[in-house]
């Protein structure tokens, strides 16, 4: 079987733990990881890498990333998303489309947050959300973060719960890595006067995979599993064609010229039709990060 990358839908109800174990015995390897993680409630886009293609998860998790999601004003839950127990319900006085769109704009572009306290952040080693179920008071310290797009699709809906009335809006986010979706969910409300928590989330896309192009669970089967290194390679990363003295020097640890690549963080070089190496441009030079032997990919 190929190494490589598999593009999965996860669904609703799944840990991302829970999508590599299954996986791991489809694939028939234990050398199984993910770029990033999603909640059980979410559902969406997980890049999984399978054997060397674990390689590429380092250059994947950082990516940017987009997400469509329901943001449900009017309460708050203890993890800031549908699967908490409500902690407090807020009016929705202030909550008109026009203020909706003036405090979305103050949570775009390169912001400070303050992620949410059910996080798997680590405090005093121990994870944020097992210090939150455990009974404790947990205070993160906000990190910056850059929030590209932040758009309400269509109109917002007013719903009636148990005599509570809340305002549900969906949107699409595009955000950097760490940015999490929950925080500005319950950021908004409180800039609203009210409350928010997120009540649907979907990953579809990482960078530049496609949840359009991603596989369900269901009849998931070896031969179907894996997107081939040098797909991945193409859709992901700008590419620098190699020649085989290119190759040569790269397996010998020696730097090759940059060439006609550009300014990217990462370039995937290639030769034929298999990824050779992840470089990094120095200069007008490109050094390796990762170099794969000819039988991993």
């Known amino acids: 079987m190929p190494?490589?990358?598999?593009?999965?839908?996860k669904p609703a109800g799944w840990t991302s733990h829970d999508v590599v174990a299954k996986l791991r015995g489809v694939a028939g390897t234990k050398r199984v990881g993910h770029a990033g993680t999603l909640d059980?409630?979410?559902?969406?886009?997980?890049?999984?890498?399978?054997?060397?293609?674990?390689?590429?998860?380092?250059?994947?998790?950082?990516?940017?990333?987009?997400?469509?999601?329901?943001?449900?004003?009017?309460?708050?839950?203890?993890?800031?998303?549908a699967e908490g127990d409500v902690t407090e319900y807020g009016s929705l006085a202030n909550c008109s489309d026009a203020r909706i769109l003036e405090e979305i704009a103050k949570l775009t572009g390169n912001i400070e947050q303050v992620p949410s306290s059910v996080s798997?952040?680590?405090v005093d080693g121990k994870r944020a959300y097992a210090l939150v179920r455990g009974g404790d008071e947990v205070k993160l310290k906000s990190r910056p973060v850059s929030v590209s797009e932040f758009a309400v699709?269509?109109?917002?809906?007013?719903?009636?719960?148990?005599?509570?009335?809340?305002?549900?809006?969906?949107?699409?986010?595009?955000?950097?890595?760490?940015?999490?979706?929950?925080?500005?969910?319950?950021?908004?409300?409180?800039?609203?006067?009210?409350?928010?928590?997120l009540t649907a989330l979907r990953r579809t896309r990482i960078g530049g995979y496609s949840v359009g192009d991603a596989q369900t669970l269901d009849g998931l089967t070896r031969e179907s599993l894996v997107v081939t290194s040098m797909r991945a390679a193409v859709e992901g990363f700008e590419?620098?064609?190699?020649?085989?003295?290119?190759?040569?020097?790269?397996?010998h640890g020696k730097r090759i010229a940059r060439g006609a690549a550009s300014n990217t963080?990462?370039?995937?070089?290639?030769?034929?039709?298999?990824?050779?190496?992840?470089?990094?441009?120095?200069?007008?030079q490109l050094k390796s990060l990762v170099v794969f032997a000819k039988e991993e990919l």
Do not use: N, W
């Open 153 to 197: 699709l269509g109109e917002a809906r007013k719903v009636s719960i148990d005599g509570h009335d809340y305002l549900d809006l969906d949107v699409r986010i595009t955000c950097s890595s760490g940015t999490y979706i929950r925080a500005l969910a319950r950021d908004l409300g409180q800039a609203l006067g009210s409350f928010g928590h």
């Open 3 to 9: 190494s490589g990358l598999a593009l999965i839908d």
């Open 40 to 81: 059980p409630m979410a559902t969406g886009l997980l890049v999984i890498g399978i054997d060397a293609g674990t390689k590429l998860l380092t250059f994947i998790v950082g990516q940017d990333k987009t997400y469509e999601a329901t943001i449900r004003l009017g309460a708050a839950t203890i993890t800031d998303d």
């Open 239 to 251: 590419t620098r064609d190699l020649t085989e003295q290119d190759e040569i020097d790269l397996r």
């Open 265 to 284: 963080e990462v370039v995937a070089g290639v030769h034929g039709d298999r990824v050779v190496a992840m470089l990094e441009p120095k200069g007008e």
């Open 120 to 122: 798997a952040i680590k």
